[in-house]
């Protein structure tokens, strides 16, 4: 069995090309630890830094030195396309709102299935399609404001203690 215990940290246009291929879904690409089985079939034991969303084009390196390229699998989603950008916003803000994960595009936003949220979604205006499709959701704004994984992380997880210890009625130890 493979192991797979580092990520390539350097652009992929700067890497050999992969000589392997893992095609994963987004719950499981959310996890640092799992196995699975690379495209060909050979099965792999995947153990990573924790804190780490794997994303489609991400390069992993195998125990014995192959480059591993992830794919995001096509998965059920739905996919609500709308033509008015106050509708798609007024989505994305009620989605946003429930803490589902989105990708967004020009002129739809996608979700993993949820036959309740489609509903919602359609009484925003939205036309709903379910289908099968690789799910990229956003990174989310710790991700694309911060620097290295682990202060992200970091950063992230005290935030969400802040607001915890907020709603409890006791003030984060920086404010008065």
Do not use: K
């Not at 879904?25 to 699975?36: G, K, L, Q, V």
């Not at 290295?148 to 006791?170: F, I, K, L, P, S």
Request: proline share 6%; glycine share 10%.
């Amino acid at each position: 069995m493979l192991t797979i215990s580092r990520r390539l940290t350097e652009p992929s246009h700067a890497a050999p090309p992969a000589m392997a291929f893992l095609e994963l879904p987004y719950e499981t690409r959310c996890r640092s630890r799992f196995r699975a089985a690379l495209c060909d079939g050979e099965p792999a034991a995947v153990l990573l830094e924790r804190g780490q969303i794997l994303r489609g084009g991400d390069r992993l390196v195998g125990d014995d030195g192959r480059l591993v390229e992830v794919r995001a699998a096509p998965e059920q989603v739905s996919t609500a396309h709308g033509t008015d950008a106050a509708q798609l916003l007024r989505a994305a803000y009620h989605l946003g709102n429930r803490h589902v994960a989105l990708q967004i595009g020009g002129g739809w936003v996608r979700y993993l299935h949820d036959h309740v949220l489609d509903e919602m979604v359609q009484g925003l205006g939205l036309r709903v399609q379910v289908e099968q499709a690789p799910f990229e959701p956003e990174a989310g704004a710790y991700a694309a404001v911060s620097g290295a994984h682990g202060q992200r992380r970091e950063h992230a997880h005290e935030h969400a203690h802040e607001h915890v210890r907020e709603h409890e009625g006791v003030l984060p130890p920086h404010l008065p």
